[in-house]
C-alpha cells in the first residue's frame, strides 16, 4: 500500500484530453414533510439549488482535483446552461477552447431532487431525476471542428480519455479522429462506453471501463464470478482488440484483464453506499491521471477502487481529489488512524451522521495508562447515543494539568490505544485544559463525565443544555486511577530495590 502511496503522490502534470458529452448537473436540496393534497406525491421544500459539471466535465473535474492539465472537447447548446458549464471548468482550470456551441441542440441537463425524509428517519435521498436533453448526432460543421481540435492538441497530450454518455458527440467520424492521432502519435486511449450492446464503434482503443451491467450487454455473458467475469472481458479484448478490459462490479470491486499477462479481481472494502452517482467518472478519472503517468494499470486500477469507494459515500456525483485518496491509502496501511480525526474533519462526519438520525455522544479525559476503570467508564458513555466520541487532552494539555512528568504515554499512542477500542468511534485531541471549546464545536446531544466530576462541576454542561442535550455522570470503578497505578508502581519499585540491597 506504501508503493500506491508513493505513486499517486508523485504523479505530476499529466496531460490529458477528454472527449465526450458534458452535461449540467442541477441538485435541488430540500425536506419532505408532507404528501401533496392534489396527488400521492412527495411535497418537497426546496431550500437550496446547485449546479455541478456533469458527464465529461465531472471527468475533468474530477482530473484538475487530481492535478493534471485537462483539454475539454465536445459540445454544449448556445444556451445559459452550456455557458455555466463552460465557466465552471475554465474557472477550474481546464482548457474549454474543444467545447463548441451547437445552435441545433439544447444543452443536456440532469436535474435531480434531493430530499431529507423525516417522516422515514433517513437521511438525504433521490427522489426524481428530470432529463432535458437532445441526442441527435452533432451537425458535419460541429464534427469538423471537433476533429480539427483533437488533431491541434494530440501532440501535447499523454493520454486520451473519451466518455460516452450516446447523446450524439461520438460519431465515426470523430472516433476516427482519436485513431489516427492515437496511431500517429502512440497515445493510450481509454473508454468509459455507453449503455448499449455493440461496442464495436471502441475497435481497437487502448482499453475500456464498463460497469457490470454494460459488460453482460456487450458480451452476452452474464456476470456471476470471477470466471465469467473473465470469460466477458476476454471476448471482448478478443474480438475488439482492447489491451485492457476493467469491470466495474460494485462491490465486488474490480476485474482486471489484461490481454498480455495476468488478470485479476481487485477486491474493495465495504462501505456506507449513498449515492453511486460518478463512481465510473472518477475511475476513468484516476485510471486516465494514473497510467497516463506512466504507470502501470494494475497499480492504477488498485487506486481507482479506493477512489470509487470514497465517491460512493458522497451524496451526487462530487469529485473525488488527490488527497482524500491519500488519506484512505494511508487509513488502510494504519486503520487505526482512520479513527483519529481533526476537528474540521470530525464536525464534517458529524453533520452527515446527524442527519441519519444519529445521536452524539462526547467525554474526554488524559487516559494516560489505560485501565479497566477507563474500560468501564467508556463502555457506559457509549450507551448514551449512537456515535461516540472522545476527546483527548494532548501532551501539552497534560502536562498544564498533570505537571511535567505526565502524560506517561504519549499523545499519538494514547489515541490509537483509544481507536482500538471498539465502543470509540472517533477520537479528536485538544490542546487546551478543558474541553469547552471543543464541546462548543461539536455539539454532542449527549456529555458524559465520571461521577466525582458531580460536585466539581461538568465543564460544558450549561452549553449542552441549553440546546436540549443531556449531561449524564458515569459510575466510577471504586479504587482504580492512573494515579493509584502509578504509586503503587513506584511503591513496589521501592520495596524491590530495599529487599536486593538487603
Known amino acids: 500500500?506504501?508503493?500506491?502511496?508513493?505513486?499517486?503522490?508523485?504523479?505530476?502534470?499529466?496531460?490529458?484530453?477528454?472527449?465526450?458529452?458534458?452535461?449540467?448537473?442541477?441538485?435541488?436540496?430540500?425536506e419532505v414533510r408532507r404528501i401533496s393534497q392534489e396527488a400521492p406525491i412527495q411535497v418537497l421544500n426546496v431550500r437550496r439549488e446547485e449546479a455541478r459539471p456533469g458527464g465529461a466535465g465531472n471527468v475533468v473535474y474530477n482530473l484538475t482535483k487530481l492535478g493534471a492539465d485537462v483539454y475539454s472537447c465536445g459540445t454544449v447548446g448556445a444556451d445559459k446552461d452550456g455557458e455555466i458549464i463552460v465557466n465552471n471548468l475554465k474557472e477550474l482550470g481546464a482548457d474549454v477552447a474543444g467545447i463548441f456551441r451547437d445552435a441545433t441542440r439544447a444543452t443536456t441537463v440532469k436535474t435531480r431532487m434531493m430530499g431529507h425524509l423525516q417522516t422515514a428517519g433517513k437521511g438525504v435521498q433521490q427522489l426524481l431525476r428530470?432529463?432535458?436533453?437532445?441526442?441527435?448526432?452533432?451537425?458535419?460543421?460541429?464534427?469538423?471542428?471537433?476533429?480539427?481540435?483533437?488533431?491541434?492538441?494530440?501532440?501535447?497530450?499523454?493520454?486520451?480519455?473519451?466518455s460516452d454518455m450516446d447523446k450524439g458527440l461520438l460519431t465515426n467520424n470523430v472516433l476516427n479522429s482519436v485513431r489516427a492521432v492515437m496511431a500517429d502519435r502512440s497515445i493510450p486511449v481509454i473508454v468509459d462506453p455507453k449503455l448499449g450492446g455493440d461496442y464495436f464503434l471502441y475497435k481497437g482503443f487502448t482499453a475500456i471501463t464498463p460497469n457490470r451491467y454494460e459488460t453482460e450487454l456487450s458480451s452476452d455473458i452474464k456476470i456471476t464470478g470471477i470466471e465469467s467475469m473473465n470469460a466477458a472481458a476476454k471476448k471482448l479484448a478478443d474480438t475488439l482488440g482492447f489491451a485492457h478490459v476493467l469491470i466495474t462490479v460494485d462491490k465486488d470491486g474490480m476485474f482486471l484483464f489484461h490481454k498480455a499477462g495476468d488478470s485479476k479481481l481487485i477486491s474493495t472494502a465495504p462501505k456506507e453506499v449513498n449515492d453511486v452517482s460518478g463512481a465510473g467518472d472518477v475511475v476513468i478519472s484516476v485510471i486516465g491521471y494514473l497510467t497516463g503517468a506512466g504507470n502501470s494499470f494494475e497499480d492504477a486500477a488498485k487506486i481507482a477502487n479506493v477512489a470509487a469507494g470514497i465517491e460512493v459515500e458522497k451524496i451526487g456525483a462530487v469529485p473525488v481529489g488527490k488527497d482524500e485518496i491519500l488519506k484512505e491509502l494511508a487509513h488502510i496501511c494504519d486503520p487505526l488512524s482512520g479513527k483519529i480525526k481533526t476537528i474540521d474533519e470530525l464536525k464534517e462526519l458529524l453533520d452527515k451522521r446527524r442527519k441519519d438520525g444519529k445521536k452524539v455522544v462526547f467525554t474526554n479525559g488524559c487516559f494516560d495508562?489505560?485501565?479497566?476503570?477507563?474500560?468501564?467508564?467508556?463502555?457506559?458513555?457509549?450507551?448514551?447515543g449512537d456515535v461516540f466520541v472522545v476527546g483527548l487532552n494532548s501532551d501539552t494539555s497534560v502536562r498544564s494539568l498533570k505537571g511535567p512528568t505526565r502524560p506517561l504515554v504519549s499523545e499519538?499512542?494514547?489515541?490509537?490505544?483509544?481507536?482500538?477500542?471498539?465502543?470509540?468511534?472517533?477520537?479528536?485531541?485538544?490542546?487546551?485544559?478543558?474541553?469547552?471549546?471543543?464541546?462548543?464545536?461539536?455539539?454532542?446531544?449527549?456529555?458524559?463525565?465520571?461521577?466525582?466530576?458531580?460536585?466539581?462541576?461538568?465543564?460544558?454542561?450549561?452549553?449542552?443544555?441549553?440546546?436540549?442535550?443531556?449531561?449524564?455522570?458515569?459510575?466510577?470503578?471504586?479504587?482504580i486511577s492512573t494515579s493509584n497505578i502509578v504509586s503503587r508502581i513506584v511503591e513496589n519499585h521501592k520495596n524491590t530495590t530495599k529487599t536486593d540491597n538487603n
Open 412 to 479: 499519538n499512542d494514547r489515541a490509537k490505544l483509544l481507536a482500538a477500542l471498539e465502543d470509540v468511534d472517533y477520537v479528536v485531541l485538544f490542546n487546551e485544559s478543558t474541553p469547552e471549546d471543543l464541546i462548543k464545536e461539536l455539539k454532542p446531544d449527549a456529555l458524559v463525565k465520571g461521577e466525582d466530576w458531580r460536585e466539581a462541576g461538568v465543564v460544558g454542561r450549561d452549553f449542552v443544555e441549553s440546546y436540549g442535550g443531556k449531561v449524564v455522570l458515569a459510575p466510577l470503578v471504586e479504587g
Open 130 to 162: 428530470v432529463d432535458y436533453e437532445d441526442t441527435h448526432l452533432i451537425p458535419s460543421d460541429i464534427e469538423n471542428k471537433i476533429n480539427d481540435y483533437i488533431k491541434s492538441i494530440a501532440h501535447n497530450c499523454d493520454i486520451i480519455l473519451i
Open 1 to 30: 500500500m506504501d508503493k500506491l502511496i508513493n505513486i499517486l503522490a508523485d504523479a505530476g502534470k499529466v496531460k490529458v484530453a477528454v472527449i465526450g458529452d458534458f452535461m449540467l448537473d442541477k441538485y435541488v436540496w430540500g
Open 369 to 384: 495508562l489505560l485501565h479497566v476503570g477507563h474500560i468501564e467508564y467508556l463502555k457506559f458513555a457509549r450507551k448514551q
